[in-house]
T-cell receptor
Framework: KAGVTQTPRYLIKTRGQQVTLSCSPI?????VSWYQQTPGQGLQFLFE???????NKGNFPGRFSGRQFSNSRSEMNVSTLELGDSALYLC???FGQGAGTEAFFGQGTRLTVV | GIQVEQSPPDLILQEGANSTLRCNFS?????LQWFHQNPWGQLINLFY???GTKQNGRLSATTVATERYSLLYISSSQTTDSGVYFC???????????FGKGTKLSVKP
């Protein structure tokens, strides 16, 4: 069974540009969550999608957005990139929504903003 | 929201030694996971353990939900155990994990 797949693995962008990251969950999993990891702030929750609906959102500006497709694949978009957006972005998939389900993570996308 | 504290923040061991990592959380939880972050950044699932005790090879974990802590035991450590270990919890109906700051483990040959 394939794991969670994130693309691309590495990305370099210039300030002001926008970027789209992709996440394909484990087959059969319908919940996808996104997290940002930085040395200063640690791992922080961005948003959670289940059945194409955003169920939960972290404390990030509106420049961060996401969506989920009918096949459960998810994308997140960051517009007007800032240097502080440089981070490892991790996607997690789980079978169901809510607290009682185990989450599995992809390898991450390392974004560098210059 | 729930606060998660991990200790110690850093741990240096000689190969073959045993260690205990601790995770304290501030409120009741119904999901607790331990992860190992590899050098490439991926979070590897170690245990899904909202309560009770589990063992997997040289690793074991115990969560005492009523006292709001979890312990990860690593026995006979190997250099490949090096990396950062994270504890993460979910509480109530929330779907997102709340992470601790991690324990950075370095195992010396």
């Amino acid at each position: 069974k394939a794991g969670v797949t994130q693309t691309p693995r590495y990305l370099i962008k210039t300030r002001g540009q926008q970027v789209t990251l992709s996440c394909s969950p484990i087959s059969g999993h319908r919940s996808v969550s996104w997290y940002q990891q930085t040395p200063g702030q640690g791992l922080q929750f961005l948003f959670e999608y289940f059945s194409e609906t955003q169920r939960n959102k972290g404390n990030f500006p509106g420049r961060f957005s996401g969506r989920q497709f009918s096949n459960s694949r998810s994308e997140m978009n960051v517009s007007t990139l800032e240097l502080g957006d440089s981070a490892l972005y991790l996607c997690a998939s789980s079978f169901g929504q809510g607290a009682g389900t185990e989450a599995f993570f992809g390898q991450g996308t390392r974004l560098t903003v210059v | 929201g729930i606060q998660v504290e991990q200790s110690p923040p850093d741990l240096i061991l000689q190969e073959g030694a045993n260690s205990t990592l601790r995770c304290n959380f501030s409120d009741s939880v119904n999901n607790l996971q331990w992860f190992h972050q590899n050098p490439w950044g991926q979070l590897i699932n170690l245990f899904y353990i909202p309560s009770g005790t589990k063992q997997n090879g040289r690793l074991s974990a115990t969560t005492v939900a009523t006292e709001r802590y979890s312990l990860l035991y690593i026995s006979s450590s190997q250099t490949t155990d090096s990396g950062v270990y994270f504890c993460a919890v979910k509480g109530g109906s929330q779907g997102n994990l709340i992470f601790g700051k991690g324990t950075k483990l370095s195992v010396k040959p």
